[in-house]
Structure formats: structure tokens, C-alpha cells
């Protein structure tokens, strides 16, 4: 009995491979989404040290001190991604990155790529395709349809 309980120990352990996927198939709503994309802009939003306190508390320890707005994609379409703290130093234009565990946020009813503390942003070697930026998957507005049966 030991050893079936071993085994069923060693199973759920066993780590699945990541699924990659392109940028074309995004879509609102989902998560849990591995990309290897390449960053063709990067515009910074909001830089503060995260010094400035309200209420006893720094700002730092409670949201993002630094954000950036960064246009992101592979041969099959682009995005915006949301860079957080020091995911904003590794998105630098031309530079090859992996998003592992990335989801779709929406912001003002169009979709943005982002990597929160579940998920992992890596820069990677650089890859040989073009970044198709006229398939902007960003500038496709949605809009929130609530269904009634």
C-alpha cells in the first residue's frame, strides 16, 4: 500500500509542459496563457518611488509603485501588455520576452495582456519573426452583453 500511495504522490507532483500559444488567439476573459512575444514599444505611465504614505502605510507595500503600457505580439497579431514594477525594466523595445501564466484583463472595453504574482515574465533569446501590428488585438473594443434566459 506504501508504494500505490508513493506513485499517486509522484503523479500529482509531476509538472505539465507549458502550452504556448499566439497572440491571434486571445481572448477576454481568460488566463493561465504562455506566450513568447516580442516588445515593439514600451511607454512608461506611472513612475513613483512609492514613497509617499496615506494613513500610516507607504504606497509601495499596498499597488504597483511603476507601471508601463507596452505594445507586445508575434507573427500573428500584437497586444498591450501591463508591465508591473520590474517587469518594466526587462520590456524594452526590440527585446524577446516569455509570459508564462499571462491573462486578459479588460480596461475601458478593450483587452490588455498582464503577468501578475502567479505568473513569471523572463527575457528570453532573441526571436527571428516580424510582429504583426496591423492585427492590434488592443484596438478591438468589446462590449459587456449580459444574457437573460
Not at 504606497?59 to 507586445?72: I, K, Y
Not at 524577446?96 to 523572463?122: C, P, Q, Y
Request: one cysteine or more; hydrophobic letters at 40%; glycine letters at 8%.
Amino acid at each position: 500500500m506504501a508504494t500505490a500511495a508513493a506513485a499517486a504522490a509522484a503523479a500529482t507532483t509531476e509538472k505539465k509542459k507549458p502550452v504556448f500559444v499566439k497572440a491571434e488567439s486571445l481572448k477576454p476573459g481568460t488566463h493561465g496563457h504562455n506566450l513568447t512575444v516580442k516588445v515593439v514599444d514600451s511607454n512608461t505611465i506611472k513612475a513613483s518611488g512609492g514613497t509617499s504614505s496615506r494613513g500610516g502605510r507607504s504606497s509601495a507595500a499596498r499597488g504597483p509603485a511603476r507601471l508601463a503600457e507596452c505594445l507586445v505580439g508575434d507573427e500573428t497579431g500584437s497586444i498591450l501588455f501591463t508591465a508591473r514594477n520590474e517587469q518594466v525594466d526587462m520590456m524594452k523595445p526590440g527585446a524577446t520576452v516569455i509570459l508564462r501564466n499571462a491573462k486578459i484583463d479588460m480596461f475601458k472595453g478593450s483587452m490588455r495582456l498582464a503577468v501578475d504574482k502567479w505568473g513569471r515574465v523572463e527575457v528570453t533569446e532573441p526571436a527571428d519573426f516580424d510582429v504583426d501590428q496591423v492585427n492590434n488585438l488592443s484596438l478591438v473594443e468589446y462590449e459587456l452583453v449580459n444574457v437573460e434566459e
